[in-house]
């Protein structure tokens, strides 16, 4: 009977010490967050520009790089002028890495008086996407693009100014 007894009592004291083991089930009351982060933003600074030129007798190629350098090759006589890297101004959340998409095929620049056409492709970028990009503690970044224009002999790209759009694509990663 005092066994007994002494069971009871101790069944009583942990059913008060500790409730929850005593219970079928348990309630937590736990928590979660969310962040919303700033959306990023781009925006051209300046157009990718190949400058004035001659293409001659037998065309070929123009290359304006990220640095702002501008070459050519075959017949190609480069003229005066203004020429330049496309400028992009990427703004978002400092610190995070950001996905750049540039051109996958090559684009067309057409002149609006004939029709004509000349090719722009080879696309870089600085800073190169090889590695990582990441805004600064800021959240700027600035993008500097750079590409190759084919160009025909002077019968295939006759005078006049050619045009063309493309798309870059920024998002985080």
Same mark, same amino acid.
């Given at each position: 009977?005092? &066994?007994?007894?002494?069971?009871?009592t101790?069944?009583?004291?942990?059913?008060?010490?500790f409730?929850?083991?005593?219970?079928?089930?348990?309630?937590?009351?736990?928590?979660?967050?969310?962040? $919303?982060?700033?959306?990023?933003?781009? $925006?051209?600074?300046?157009i990718? #520009?190949?400058g004035?030129? @001659? %293409?001659? *007798?037998?065309? +070929?190629?123009?290359?304006?790089?990220? *640095?702002?350098?501008?070459? @050519?090759s075959g017949?190609?006589?480069?003229? +005066?002028?203004?020429? !330049?890297?496309? =400028? &992009?101004y990427?703004? +978002?959340? %400092?610190?995070?890495? $950001?996905?750049?998409?540039?051109? @996958?095929?090559?684009?067309?620049?057409? !002149?609006t008086?004939?029709g004509?056409?000349?090719e722009?492709?080879?696309?870089?970028?600085a800073?190169?996407? /090889?590695a990582?990009? =990441?805004l600064? =503690?800021?959240?700027n970044? #600035?993008?500097?693009?750079g590409?190759?224009?084919q160009? +025909? /002999?002077?019968s295939? !790209?006759?005078?006049?100014?050619?045009?063309?759009?493309?798309?870059?694509? &920024?998002?985080? #990663?």
């Amino acid at each position: 009977m005092a &066994f007994k007894k002494f069971i009871q009592t101790l069944i009583i004291s942990l059913a008060i010490t500790f409730p929850a083991i005593l219970s079928a089930q348990v309630e937590v009351t736990a928590r979660a967050t969310a962040e $919303v982060i700033v959306a990023i933003n781009a $925006v051209e600074g300046a157009i990718l #520009n190949f400058g004035r030129f @001659s %293409p001659e *007798d037998g065309g +070929g190629e123009i290359r304006v790089l990220p *640095d702002g350098t501008r070459t @050519s090759s075959g017949s190609v006589v480069l003229g +005066g002028g203004l020429y !330049n890297p496309a =400028t &992009f101004y990427i703004t +978002g959340q %400092p610190e995070y890495t $950001v996905a750049i998409t540039l051109p @996958s095929a090559p684009i067309l620049l057409t !002149n609006t008086l004939n029709g004509r056409t000349m090719e722009v492709h080879n696309w870089t970028s600085a800073p190169s996407l /090889d590695a990582e990009v =990441t805004l600064s =503690t800021t959240g700027n970044l #600035n993008l500097n693009l750079g590409a190759t224009l084919q160009v +025909g /002999d002077i019968s295939e !790209n006759p005078v006049g100014i050619y045009s063309g759009t493309y798309v870059v694509t &920024f998002s985080y #990663n």
